[in-house]
Antibody, heavy 121, light 110 residues
Framework: EVQLLESGGGLVQPGGSLRLSCAAS????????MSWVRQAPGKGLEWVSGISASGDSTKYADSVKGRFSISRDSSKNTLYLHMNSLTAEDTAVYYCAKEGLDSIGYDLDYWGQGTLVTISS | QSVLTQPPSASGTPGQRVTISCSGSSFNIGSNYVYWYQHLPGTAPKLLIYTNDQRPSGVPDRFSGSKSGTSASLAISGLRSEDEADYYCEAWDDNLSGRVFGGGTKLTVL
């Protein structure tokens, strides 16, 4: 059974940093691309970033480019999202999602339950 | 303002058929696959339709997807109370070099 468990969310002051983690199990982590998707309060889903299975290709939404960095550690079956220069607009539930193939941009076939990030002073 | 346009709400009575539309452009729907997700607040979103019209195993055949040009649609037949959720379309956008979602459609089963 595929399981994705996000952690690392919490309350951070504007301008601060945070690292989210997503522990994956139930599939061959190193064979699939992964993505982060967020949902701000009362808003819809917004794709944040994706990384290929090998880790050599990464993509970012314009809203986070230059501030967020996605990475993965296949030895730990874990996906990360490093977030810097956080603003109130980054407040959201962040979901980790498995892609259907080894490259970014196909279906997100499994999702985690999400971790809440709140940016506030 | 979402790149893909969906109606904010839809509704139907049990047993009815409802359709949710998703409009995009040549950069996204017009040149790439469309995906549909079901999301109940507080839970993990669920993939409903992939590559325009395919259902993952376990998704009832009451759900179907289609695509024509720069638009796509999700149809739900034999509406049930448990179908009440938010539905999102999604596609890759070649201009933005990233995924884009529709704004979501809240389906109410009356």
């Amino acid at each position: 059974e595929v399981q994705l468990l996000e952690s690392g969310g919490g309350l951070v002051q504007p301008g601060g940093s945070l690292r989210l983690s997503c522990a994956a199990s139930g599939f061959t982590f190193s064979s699939y691309a992964m993505s982060w998707v967020r949902q701000a309060p009362g808003k819809g889903l917004e794709w944040v970033s994706g990384i290929s299975a090998s880790g050599d290709s990464t993509k970012y939404a314009d809203s986070v480019k230059g501030r967020f960095s996605i990475s993965r550690d296949s030895s730990k079956n874990t996906l990360y999202l490093h977030m810097n220069s956080l603003t109130a607009e980054d407040t959201a539930v962040y979901y980790c999602a498995k892609e259907g193939l080894d490259s970014i941009g196909y279906d997100l076939d499994y999702w985690g339950q999400g971790t809440l990030v709140t940016i506030s002073s | 303002q979402s790149v893909l346009t969906q109606p904010p709400s839809a509704s139907g009575t049990p047993g009815q058929r409802v359709t949710i539309s998703c409009s995009g452009s040549s950069f996204n729907i017009g040149s790439n696959y469309v995906y549909w997700y079901q999301h109940l607040p507080g839970t993990a979103p669920k993939l409903l339709i992939y590559t325009n019209d395919q259902r993952p195993s376990g998704v009832p055949d009451r759900f179907s997807g289609s695509k024509s040009g720069t638009s796509a649609s999700l149809a739900i037949s034999g509406l049930r109370s448990e179908d009440e959720a938010d539905y999102y379309c999604e596609a890759w956008d070649d201009n933005l070099s990233g995924r884009v979602f529709g704004g979501g459609t809240k389906l109410t089963v009356l």
